[in-house]
């Protein structure tokens, strides 16, 4: 197969493709509000509904190496402990959503943390049990989600 050396910005769809990325979603984040216990959100309009989006942080829970080369009955106090983590949270209303996956391979679970920062989230996925014993690592990424989103 031979290749042009045309660049593909050469042409105004790229362009274009930028802007609507980058430019216009940019404009959204621009009148973000911040509550006075830290929480970020902004009005997003979609024909004649406007959406309240707020910020979340989701958690990717994954595997780690050598995470089974522990006792079956170690694994399960670990696994208590982490579920009862979870439950407490679920009930301090500082995650909004948590779950594992099925045959997800090394992607174990997520969690859905409703905090204020980056830093809380972090804080709260490193008390969890399967962290601190080194049965699951997390990757947390902030995450916009419109405000009384649900699953059904």
Partial sequence: MKYSNVSALSSPFPLILLFILFIIPAS?????NVSPEGFETFQYQEGDTTYTMKKYFFCMLESVPNRDSISKEEIARI??????HLAELGKEGKICLAGPFQDGGDWRGIVVY???TLEDARRLAEKDPAVVNKRLAVKIVPWWAA???KLE
């Fill in 28 to 32: 959204y984040f621009a009148q973000v």
């Fill in 79 to 84: 696994q208590a402990g982490h579920l009862a």
């Fill in 114 to 116: 409703n905090v204020s």
């Fill in 147 to 149: 405000v009384g989103s």
